[in-house]
């Protein structure tokens, strides 16, 4: 997403089209997300009353699995030139990234 995500550009490009489509097809789901002003705004909220959220203590990155996986794609992150070359990076990174991994640092 290019720009500066506002809790409002949160609702309508990844609430909304997304998670809340892919929260509906799992029956008992909890959604987890950190602290982001972002994900605090009050349009966020109000958009996720209808669904079940984790409570997520203030001062608390360490919890969060998704700030370890970001930890591990960085430190393998290539030297890149151009927003192109960072996207394809990322996205190669991603899907390279053992899941194995990911488990681990669920658990």
């Not at 079940?52 to 969060?64: A, F």
């Not at 430190?75 to 890149?80: D, I, V």
Request: contains cysteine.
């Amino acid at each position: 997403m290019r720009g500066t995500l506002t809790g409002q550009r949160y609702v309508d490009y990844i609430l909304r089209p997304h998670v809340g489509p892919f929260l509906n097809g799992l029956p008992g789901a909890i959604f987890q997300q950190d602290n982001a002003c972002p994900h605090t705004a009050r349009v966020a909220q109000d958009f996720l009353r209808s669904f079940q959220t984790l409570p997520w203590p203030v001062h608390s990155p360490d919890m969060s699995p998704v700030e370890h996986v970001w930890d591990q794609l960085k430190r393998q992150m290539p030297s890149c030139h151009s927003g192109y070359d960072l996207e394809l990076a990322v996205q190669n990174l991603w899907v390279h990234l053992p899941q194995d991994n990911i488990r681990c640092l669920i658990n």
